[in-house]
């Protein structure tokens, strides 16, 4: 069985550059998360997807980030501008059901300079 | 508010050694506890979970946990240490109010030296 897929795995860019992550879960599994995991922090959830609709974006910076899960399949995750504090770890995950087990892609490594 | 704490950053042991790796939450409710591996470079991997029921959970590569409620923790142990174990260990609670949010700790660092 596939894993998660996630592209790219590391991206160098600017502050005040745009950035776009992409995320393919398990197939099959109808609840997709977006985490961001910090340098020596624990993974925080940014964003929980049910197949296409937002279940919980409570802790998405609205005003530079967004995502979308069109077709309730793949992700993308878009930051715009960038700041250096969105210097992280980028993790995608997916479970088959909404209080599944979580199954997480390797990660999008992003640097803003 | 959900919050877990691991104290110790850094830990290293001796292969062969025991190791227990502490944990301790906060959560108003019952809680659905987890401890999570990272190996540099990659994501997250399942140890173990504990949902209800018997307190002592068992998990993959030999990793085992005990959910103490007293002292909610649930700290996680190994009786003896292999080099590969060497990776970032998170322990993390889960929030099932509508939504599956996993609170996760800071993580601890396990090095293993020959």
């Known amino acids: 069985e596939a894993g998660v897929a996630q592209s790219p795995r590391y991206k160098i860019i600017e502050k005040r550059q745009s950035v776009a992550f992409w995320c393919n879960p398990i197939?099959?599994?109808?609840?997709l998360y977006w985490y961001q995991q910090i340098l020596g922090q624990g993974p925080k959830l940014l964003i929980q997807f049910q197949n296409n609709g937002v279940v919980d974006d409570s802790q998405l910076p609205k005003d530079r980030f967004s995502a979308e899960r069109l077709k309730g399949v793949d992700s993308t995750l878009k930051i715009q501008p960038a700041k250096l504090e969105d210097s992280a770890v980028y993790l995608c995950?997916?479970?088959?059901?909404?209080?599944?087990?979580?199954?997480f892609g390797e990660g999008s490594r992003l640097t803003v300079l | 508010a959900q919050s877990v704490t691991q104290p110790d950053i850094h830990i290293t042991v001796s292969e062969g050694a025991s190791l227990e790796l502490r944990c301790n939450y906060s959560y108003g409710a019952t809680p659905y506890l987890f401890w999570y591996v990272q190996s540099p470079g990659q994501g997250l991997q399942l140890l173990l979970k504990?949902?209800?029921?018997?307190?002592l959970v068992q998990g993959i590569k030999g990793f085992e946990a005990e959910f103490k409620r007293s002292q909610s923790s649930f700290n996680l142990r190994k009786p003896s240490v292999h080099w590969s174990d060497a990776a970032e260990y998170f322990c993390a609670v889960g929030a099932w109010n509508g939504a599956n949010n996993l609170f996760f700790g800071t993580g601890t660092r396990l090095t293993v030296i020959p």
């Open positions: 197939s099959g599994h109808a609840t």
């Open positions: 995950a997916s479970s088959l059901v909404a209080q599944g087990e979580l199954f």
């Open positions: 504990y949902f209800s029921g018997d307190t």
